[in-house]
């Protein structure tokens, strides 16, 4: 690889990353993230309050539960919505991209560096919110019993099953959102696609399924949910033929790169036309 | 070149009625909603659920098929509660996700583009704009809601009778006073993110995101809390619990009907609040 690709990228990164952590226009994907946060230590703080302690296998049950159906589905989804749908088309909107176009830097090169941009700000915000949310759980067990958990049981593993889970969901939904940001003028509509896609992966046929996001990662996650233990969303968490994690991980990845190689195209042919927007 | 004075005289010609002139707002929206291919296709498709509907409903009462099919009336599709709570699922979840790309476009283009004054400095009220922009939405989503759901009552009424018609009557009031609420309640969550969100785009996707985080926030609450309260900020749940009493059906959401239409109209006035906050004739700039 050109040692100048490498610089360029990182000046890109360097760049975008100030503008994707600090921009305002970003701040509701902080409030998504902190939300389950506020969910499971609100919690634990109301049975500390109480002298109450929750039955330890319940809490694990509904961790998985609410990570899966809501922190994954919703609210990592929706965070990539709102980051690499902006990485391009946000410049569009605010007439700075021809900035990019007319520096000496190759497209793809762009491409890349505002994809890792996305991708850590992401994994950073996700991943700490996951682990706020686990620390946040447990919080009311006490020490002795979650690092019992941690030690001797599964627990260390888990957590790090679902951390792994949601780095992995960054980088899958992230390459589609900047695909969809490259090559639609209004990404609300294959937003509103893939939404519904991955909503309905678990009545997909078999086939189907592995073109989804959602079912590389439902693969992954440590715990298997009861579909028949809560409500209607405990049905979207179906996975009759999970796939093995030597298959799902480099599966994603490649998905991701494939994605990102065929919107690196798409940039390469992209017009500037501010008047159009 | 000769100038004659020319002095003011004011418009003589006939004026739109005072009452009236929140309509002209709604007839220009409605003009700028067919523009996009894409919308006009969306909302064609809207209509293919109610053919099926009406078809199940003919095949129901038509003698040849119950025959073919050594069935009676009734056994193919029953219609009932259930059926028209069914059918009002489905054409609002299609209501909901054609707002989700109409919604941003009635305020948002106005305030970015400094718009309002204009409008504000003519004879209409905050209340007249909110509103013409409201019935441009009304009238488009009852086309796909009640309008429908009212057209099936009819074709079943005509087809099993005046006395079926006369004891399901509260099927016909379910239908509408369902599908207004719904209807109301979507385009102001609609209509406030438009006037909040100014980027068009980002709006629409807030109201995917706000509908559906809400929905799994809520049902992630009552997990977490083992109990109810999620309900209460889930809006799918709160429509589903109040339709389910005006159409006499057993629903899973165990919270009173009463504190439903409450949590809906709290809703409803949050967006209210929310819009006449934004809407004035002057924006400061920070």
């Known amino acids: 690889m050109n ?25 509701w994907i902080y409030l998504l993230a902190l939300a389950p946060v506020v969910l499971f230590t609100g919690h634990s703080l109301l049975e500390m309050k109480n002298h109450r302690v929750c039955d330890f296998g319940q809490d694990t049950n509904i961790f998985a539960t609410v990570f899966q159906i809501f922190f994954i589905r919703l609210g990592v989804f929706f965070g990539c919505v709102g980051i690499f749908m902006n990485l391009f088309r946000g410049e569009v909107l605010d007439k700075s991209l021809h900035y990019y176009f007319l520096a000496p830097i190759r497209r793809e090169v762009l491409l890349v560096g505002k994809f890792l941009a996305g991708l850590l ?18 919080l009311h067990h006490g020490w002795n019993v979650v690092s019992d958990y941690l030690g001797s049981g599964n ?24 695909a969809s940001g490259v090559a639609f003028r209004n990404p609300l509509i294959p937003a509103g696609v893939i939404l519904v896609w991955e909503s309905i992966n678990s009545f997909l046929p078999a086939i189907l399924q592995k073109f989804s996001v959602i079912y590389y990662l439902k693969s992954l996650c440590p715990i298997q949910i009861d579909p028949h233990a809560g409500s209607f969303f405990s049905l979207l968490s179906i996975n009759a ?4 994690a030597y298959i799902a991980v480099p599966g994603l990845i490649l998905l991701a790169v494939a994605v990102l190689v065929l919107a690196s195209f798409q940039v390469r042919r992209m017009e500037i036309n501010y008047a159009t927007e | 070149m000769a100038v004659y004075k020319r002095s003011y005289r004011a418009y003589s010609g006939r004026l739109t009625p005072e009452w009236s002139r ?46 073919l099919l050594h069935t009676r009336a009734d056994q193919i599709i029953n219609v009932n509660g259930k059926f028209f709570l069914g059918f009002l699922g489905m054409q609002g979840g299609l209501a909901f996700f054609l707002t989700a790309f109409i919604g941003p476009n009635t ?32 009238y488009l989503l009852s086309l796909i809601t009640w309008v429908p759901g009212l057209i099936l009552f009819g074709i079943e009424s005509n087809l099993s009778g005046v006395a079926w018609m006369w004891e ?44 559906f985080f809400l929905s799994g926030f809520g049902a992630a609450v009552n997990g977490v809390l083992r109990s109810n309260i999620g309900h209460y900020m889930t809006p799918g749940s709160l429509i589903t619990r109040v339709c389910a009493d005006l159409f006499g059906v057993e629903t899973p959401i165990e919270i009173s009907v009463w504190s439903a239409w409450v949590g809906l109209l709290v809703m409803c006035g949050l967006c209210v609040l929310l819009l006449s906050r934004k809407v004035r004739a002057f924006e400061v700039v920070r």
């Open chain 1, 3 to 27: 040692p100048l690709w490498i610089v360029q990228t990182l000046a890109v990164l360097r760049l975008e990353l100030r503008k994707t952590f600090f921009s305002k226009r970003g701040f």
């Open chain 1, 121 to 138: 700000a992401t994994i950073v915000i996700f991943t700490s919110s996951a682990m706020l949310q686990f620390i946040g759980m447990y």
């Open chain 1, 155 to 178: 627990g260390l593993s888990h957590l790090i099953a679902y951390l792994g889970v949601t780095v992995l969901a960054c980088i899958g939904y992230g390459s589609v959102f900047l």
């Open chain 1, 241 to 244: 033929d999970p796939m093995p």
């Open chain 2, 22 to 67: 929140f309509y002209i707002l709604t007839r220009y929206a409605l003009g700028n909603l067919f523009r996009s291919k894409f919308l006009t296709a969306a909302f064609v498709m809207c209509f293919f659920g109610p053919l099926v509907c009406m078809v199940g409903i003919y095949l129901n009462h038509n003698a040849s098929v119950l025959a």
């Open chain 2, 107 to 138: 305020i948002a283009p106005d305030l970015a583009n400094g718009a309002l004054p204009l409008y504000f400095c003519r004879s209409f009220s905050r209340a007249e704009y909110v509103l013409g922009k409201l019935c441009a939405l009304f």
């Open chain 2, 168 to 211: 399901n009557r509260s099927l016909a009031s379910g239908i509408f006073l369902g599908s207004v609420i719904w209807i109301l309640m979507i385009s102001l969550i609609a209509m406030a993110l438009s006037a909040w969100v100014k980027w068009r785009i980002a709006a629409g996707a807030m109201v995917l995101g706000v509908m």
